[in-house]
């Protein structure tokens, strides 16, 4: 794994066949959180302009991020989100919990009503692993029935 930077809100690493975005426990309730994004979303374009993004899986893992609790906070983030995603033939979202995927869901599912993509949400990171990075995951071994 090697860091390519890092902000107030994210840490960006290049993992094997993928790059994976990692929310830090930073709430984005602070003063200049537009500008702070913005000058994160510059330097993910520094550091992965578009051309090197094409043979590459993204993650955005946000099992540590505070839960945005509304759809305001989410209009600041969905930009970036957005220029994050660009590019990357394939990408996931990874949360902690069953209510986060469920939230997680639901906000991608209203993305892809307006037009983009809808971004596959997981709360197993092995799954989103391998998604990003076009495996597939073995399938789970036969269950038995029981012997009568």
């Not at 090697?2 to 790059?19: K, Y």
Request: glycine letters at 6%; proline letters at 9%; charged letters at 30%.
């Amino acid at each position: 794994m090697e860091e390519l930077f890092r902000s107030e809100f994210a840490i960006v690493t290049r993992e094997p066949g993928f790059i994976r975005v990692r929310r830090t426990t930073a709430p984005m309730a602070v003063v200049g959180v537009s500008a702070i994004l913005e000058r994160t979303a510059s330097e993910f374009r520094l550091i992965l302009p578009l051309r090197e993004r094409k043979s590459l899986g993204v993650l955005l893992d946000t099992r540590q991020a505070p839960m945005l609790a509304d759809d305001a906070a989410m209009d600041i983030v969905r930009p970036l989100m957005y220029e994050v995603l660009a590019g990357f033939p394939r990408s996931a979202i990874l949360v902690k919990t069953a209510i986060g995927k469920l939230q997680a869901t639901r906000r991608t599912r209203e993305e892809a009503g307006q037009g983009r993509p809808q971004v596959p949400v997981f709360d197993d990171e092995a799954a989103a692993i391998a998604h990003v990075r076009g495996e597939e995951l073995p399938a789970p071994p036969p269950r038995s029935s029981p012997k009568r």
